[in-house]
């Protein structure tokens, strides 16, 4: 009788295992309920790439952002500089003060040096 009921056992034994595998309980309670914490684990790990990877691609787009706003800057300095030069010739000096009717004079004499002792 009890080799009887150990026969019975492997019988719905095997005939269970078919079908939970077959309905997926197996998986789902087994599998996943046994290793739920590499899941778990394995699914913050797959949060945490993605939103790297978003935090990159936002570093990344920044990034080239300030390179074209240095270029245009740079372009938009020498633009400046250039008409600052220009303007500051004296001959350019001249002309302008003349248009602005300010009264002022060039030298006729070149500027001299005052030197005084320490004593």
Do not use: C
């Not at 600052?84 to 300010?102: A, H, I, N, P």
Request: aromatic share 6%; charged share 30%.
């Amino acid at each position: 009788m009890t080799d009887n009921k150990k026969t019975e056992k492997r019988q719905v034994k095997t005939g269970s295992f078919l079908k939970e595998l077959l309905s997926g309980s197996m998986v789902t309670e087994k599998i996943i309920l046994k290793n739920l914490w590499y899941v778990l684990l394995l699914t913050l790990l797959a949060a945490i790439y993605i939103g790297n990877r978003f935090h990159a691609e936002k570093i990344t787009r920044e990034t080239t952002r300030l390179q074209r706003e240095v270029k245009e800057l740079r372009a938009e300095s020498l633009s400046t500089s250039a008409d600052l030069m220009y303007l500051s010739r004296q001959s350019e000096v001249f002309r302008l003060v003349k248009e602005k009717g300010l009264n002022l004079e060039e030298l006729k004499t070149p500027p001299y040096k005052l030197l005084v002792d320490k004593k």
